[in-house]
């Protein structure tokens, strides 16, 4: 079993930034693909960025438009995501998602921290 825990949410005005974490805890190595999904109120859950073992970045062009990076740890079992230039819709609940090599879908989920972003 793989444990996903994110932190690093919270409200921040627009324009401003914030820097997600996720941490893996259990059997993390063998988590290939590492993501970050969001899900905005009365919105179905997006996805918004993932990145390899490799260091092989993927991102939802549309949603974030250049403002976000993602990052990754693997000594550390930890994701990152860097959100800069936010704007009132990108509040949502982010979270984290991995998956193995040969998984078609993310097998294990994170909680969600929340990301307020004010006018």
């Known amino acids: 079993q793989v444990q996903l825990v994110e932190s690093g949410g919270g409200l921040v005005q627009a324009g401003g930034s914030l820097r997600l974490s996720c941490a893996a805890s259990?059997?993390?190595?063998?988590?290939?693909?590492m993501g970050w999904f969001r899900q905005a109120p009365g919105k179905e859950r997006e996805f918004v960025a993932n990145i390899n073992r490799g260091g092989s970045v993927t991102y939802a062009a549309d949603s974030i438009e250049g403002r976000f990076t993602i990052s990754r740890d693997n000594a550390k079992n930890t994701v990152y995501l860097q959100m800069n230039s936010l704007k009132p819709e990108d509040t949502a609940i982010y979270y984290c998602?991995?998956?193995?090599?040969?998984?078609?879908?993310?097998?294990?989920w994170g909680q969600g921290t929340q990301v307020t972003v004010s006018s």
């Open positions: 259990g059997r993390a190595s063998s988590m290939y693909i």
């Open positions: 998602a991995a998956k193995g090599l040969f998984d078609t879908a993310y097998n294990y």
